[in-house]
């Protein structure tokens, strides 16, 4: 058995069937995980959405910035941006069921036997590993429960930058959705910084990538995510690995297995590439 983790979909499913038919992948015996993302920008959100789906006995997400916008538009805490191309899942007969099983996905995958964890954007520095898995823990427990609505329809913002045992529900959760699938930057003290998207030779000398952060706790399990396309993959720190190679931008798709380290990589399809521009 091969475990492939993949980097953003961002609704590119053509280049996700070459990956697949590169790697060879069998349902039977290997297992997906995927880094978040996967709808938006890209011509084929719900047929990316549907294959996860079909798939969960073989694959697992986690979301992703875009697919929490995707829940939140749904049902009407978001308007949107001119640049989404999700109108194709809103409006589809397995628009309720898909929408249902997102919801309960988890932010954090991890494995503790093969010693990996996987989050759409990575974890917040001063976090260690059992800090991540509760946060997971907490916001799977607030989106899977009664006043999951709520949840949605305060989820946007840029506040609060760091995390406090002193945070009510509804901060605690706004922040872990932004460490989780927002974060690129923090600042000195560990704040997120939220509005640099630059790749890290281009981002001001007083903020740093979360991965290199100086006060950065060590977890010892491999860290893999998504999110940060400008990285290109390349985030130069041991033991952690960045997935997203821009597919829906004219990158790649990536995929990593954890078993022999191996990155694959199929070029992006040109058709999907600039629809949402």
């Known amino acids: 058995m091969s475990t492939y983790i993949i980097g953003d979909l961002q609704g590119c499913f053509e280049p996700l069937e070459r990956l697949l038919s590169k790697i060879v992948f069998s ?59 999700m109108g194709s899942i809103l409006s589809h007969p397995k628009a309720e069921q898909w929408l249902d099983w997102l919801r309960i996905q988890p932010l ?35 989106l899977s429960g009664p006043h999951w609505k709520n949840v949605l329809a305060n989820l946007y913002g840029d506040g609060p930058t760091m995390d406090s045992p002193a945070l009510n529900e509804t901060d605690r959760c706004r922040f872990i959705v932004n460490a989780l699938t927002r974060m690129r930057y923090c600042d000195a003290q560990g704040g997120l910084v939220l509005d640099c998207k630059a790749s890290p030779e281009h981002a001001p000398s007083t903020i740093f990538p979360w991965y ?19 990285l290109n993959g390349a985030c130069e720190t041991p033991n952690i690995e960045a997935l997203d190679t821009g597919c829906v931008w004219g990158g790649a798709l990536t995929a990593y ?21």
């Open 212 to 230: 290199a952060h100086p006060s950065r706790t060590n977890i010892k399990p491999m860290i893999l995510f998504g999110h940060w396309a400008s």
């Open 257 to 277: 297995c954890i078993e022999d380290g191996r990155r694959i990589s199929v070029p992006a399809n040109p058709k999907d590439v600039g629809i949402s521009k």
């Open 108 to 142: 954090v995958f991890y494995d503790a036997l093969a010693s990996f964890i996987v989050t759409h954007a990575g974890i917040w520095p001063l976090w260690n590993l059992s800090d991540c898995l509760k946060a997971n823990d907490f916001m799977k427990q607030a």
């Open 27 to 85: 349902p039977r015996n290997d297992r997906l995980i995927f880094c978040g993302d996967i709808v938006n920008r890209g011509p084929a959100s719900e047929a990316c959405l549907d294959f996860v789906w079909k798939h969960a006995d073989c694959a697992q997400i986690v979301l992703g910035n875009h697919d929490l916008a995707l829940l939140c538009i749904a049902y009407g805490y978001a308007k949107g941006e001119p640049s989404d191309t």
